[in-house]
């Protein structure tokens, strides 16, 4: 919906189209995107992908979280809504159409990614969702699927992954993927993407002006909401990748996670289907 994934044959990632809303578009015919709240003093990093998750196009965005977490949202979003968690997670409605968990998360959080997993949402796992099963990948694998992504940099991939050499990213992304079950989104200069099914890609468009503490944080939130809108979790991955990319490659030095939110609109407005008019950005 909107976005098509665009790939050269080598299997590079390039820029993707986007095509607007319908006429008749509403708020929940763009999806619904949550977003796993970190505890107090612990809640920037799921605010930012909330945020990504928004800025991409998701109809709705909720973070949920216990009420101390939620108090301290409060004072930072506005178009985002909040709901608290409840033991049950009955906060998570059907029309939620896709997930993020992990950042800021606090490595205890391996019950509640199981327990969110048996919804049968699309899910993006990122930072603590991944380091928490460490001791255990096994528990994690069991419950992952091919619409589930999973977004490790090199030191998070290593914790689940201790036997897959490195030094050849695009086939430890592909291993990653058929041993997990899901799509493994292995982040570095040049960002590895792999599918269950076999398929594999790279994004090479990114600057190192990415290298900032938060910019992981909103890949996640930008995946996750191109899944809230439709978008297979292979595609949103590449595509996210790309879209993040982009937005080092525009806003280079003095680039902060935060500052990443206002670049959003810019790095769309280049992928739009009639956009040579007004786009200035480079083309990789
Ligand atoms: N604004 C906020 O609130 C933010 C909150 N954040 C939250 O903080 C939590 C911890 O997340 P984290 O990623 O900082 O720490 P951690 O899980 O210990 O892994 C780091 C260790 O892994 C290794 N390593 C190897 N390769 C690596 C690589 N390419 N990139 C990075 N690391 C690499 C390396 O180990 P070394 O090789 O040095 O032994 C390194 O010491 C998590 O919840 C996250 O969401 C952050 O998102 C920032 C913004
Ligand atoms: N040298 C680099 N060149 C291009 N992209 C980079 C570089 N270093 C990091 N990135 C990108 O920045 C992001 C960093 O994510 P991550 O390590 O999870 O940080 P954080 O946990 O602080 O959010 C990833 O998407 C990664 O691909």
């Given at each position: 919906?909107?976005?098509?994934?665009?790939?050269?044959?080598?299997?590079?990632?390039?820029?993707?189209?986007?095509?607007?809303?319908?006429?008749?578009?509403?708020?929940?015919?763009?999806?619904?995107?949550?977003?796993?709240?970190?505890?107090?003093?612990?809640?920037?990093?799921?605010?930012?992908?909330?945020?990504?998750?928004?800025?991409?196009?998701a109809?709705?965005?909720?973070?949920?979280?216990?009420?101390?977490?939620?108090?301290?949202?409060?004072?930072?979003?506005?178009?985002i809504?909040?709901?608290e968690?409840?033991?049950?997670?009955?906060?998570?409605?059907?029309?939620?159409?896709?997930?993020a968990?992990?950042?800021?998360?606090?490595?205890?959080?391996?019950?509640?990614?199981?327990?969110?997993?048996?919804?049968?949402?699309?899910?993006?796992?990122?930072?603590?969702a991944?380091?928490?099963?460490?001791?255990?990948?096994?528990?994690l694998?069991?419950?992952?699927?091919?619409?589930?992504?999973?977004?490790?940099?090199?030191?998070?991939?290593?914790?689940?992954?201790?036997?897959?050499?490195?030094?050849?990213?695009?086939?430890?992304?592909?291993?990653?993927?058929?041993?997990s079950?899901?799509?493994?989104?292995?982040?570095?200069?040049?960002?590895?993407?792999?599918?269950?099914?076999g398929?594999?890609?790279?994004?090479?468009?990114?600057?190192?002006?990415?290298?900032?503490?938060?910019?992981?944080d909103?890949?996640?939130?930008?995946?996750c909401?191109?899944?809230?809108?439709g978008?297979?979790?292979?595609?949103?991955?590449?595509?996210?990748?790309?879209?993040?990319?982009?937005?080092?490659v525009?806003?280079?030095?003095?680039?902060?996670?935060?500052?990443?939110m206002?670049?959003?609109?810019l790095?769309?407005?280049?992928?739009?289907?009639?956009?040579?008019?007004?786009?200035?950005?480079?083309?990789?």
């Open positions: 919906m909107g976005f098509t994934l665009n790939l050269a044959e080598d299997r590079t990632i390039a820029r993707p189209t986007l095509v607007p809303p319908p006429s008749d578009a509403h708020k929940y015919s763009r999806g619904h995107a949550m977003v796993w709240s970190g505890p107090p003093l612990r809640t920037g990093a799921s605010r930012l992908a909330a945020q990504a998750a928004l800025a991409v196009g109809g709705l965005v909720t973070i949920i979280g216990d009420r101390a977490a939620l108090a301290e949202q409060a004072a930072h979003v506005s178009a809504m909040l709901r968690a409840d033991d049950k997670l009955a906060c998570i409605d059907r029309r939620v159409t896709a997930l968990i992990g950042p800021g998360a606090g490595v205890g959080i391996a019950d509640i990614v199981c327990a969110l997993q048996k919804r049968e949402i699309p899910m993006v796992l990122d930072a603590d991944i380091t928490a099963f460490a001791g255990d990948p096994a528990r694998f069991e419950h992952l699927c091919a619409n589930d992504v999973m977004t490790p940099h090199a030191g998070e991939f290593a914790r689940l992954f201790l036997d897959i050499d490195l030094a050849d990213r695009a086939a430890a992304a592909y291993t990653a993927a058929q041993r079950g899901a799509v493994v989104l292995l982040k570095g200069p040049h960002t590895h993407i792999a599918a269950p099914d398929r594999v890609a790279v994004n090479r468009h990114a600057s190192p002006w990415l290298a900032t503490a938060g910019s992981g909103v890949l996640t939130g930008l995946i909401g191109l899944m809230a809108q978008i297979s979790a292979f595609d949103a991955a590449c595509m996210g990748a790309w879209l993040h990319g982009d937005i080092g525009r806003a280079g030095p003095g680039l902060t996670a935060d500052k990443m206002d670049h959003i609109p790095v769309l407005r280049g992928c739009l289907h009639d956009a040579s008019a007004d786009d200035t950005g480079p083309r990789t």
